[in-house]
């Protein structure tokens, strides 16, 4: 069973930019669409983005524009790059399968926007 093992979070200012990692104990390449997703505190976990192995993405309205899913096969790495960011994108952002799957989920990476 592939385990997914988030990285990248941290403290930034807003407006500033963050790269999330999900690097995947195995391979991905036969995972056909893989997404991130994030829970704010007191809030349930949302939907961020998603992408499918043919590179067809789609994103939450709130980051659209702002937040570019990718993901690297070679690598089995899944990737988020998130700019402009603003107060309300912080989170732990997690990395899943898409739709989620229970057995995915980790432990998230944190990431902190102040303003």
């Known amino acids: 069973q592939v385990q997914l093992v988030e990285s990248g979070g941290g403290l930034v200012q807003a407006g500033g930019s963050l790269r999330l990692s999900c690097a995947a104990s195995?391979?991905?390449?036969?995972?056909?669409?893989m997404g991130w997703y994030r829970q704010a505190p007191g809030k349930q976990r949302e939907f961020v983005a998603y992408?499918?192995?043919?590179?067809?993405?789609k994103y939450a309205d709130s980051v659209k524009g702002r937040f570019t899913i990718s993901r690297d096969n070679a690598k089995n790495t899944l990737y988020l790059q998130m700019n402009s960011l603003k107060p309300e994108d912080a989170a732990v952002y997690y990395c899943?399968?898409?739709?989620?799957?229970?057995?995915?989920w980790g432990k998230g990476t944190l990431v902190t926007v102040s303003s």
């Open positions: 195995g391979s991905i390449s036969s995972i056909s669409a």
């Open positions: 899943n399968l898409y739709p989620a799957s229970m057995r995915y």
């Open positions: 992408i499918y192995s043919g590179g067809m993405t």
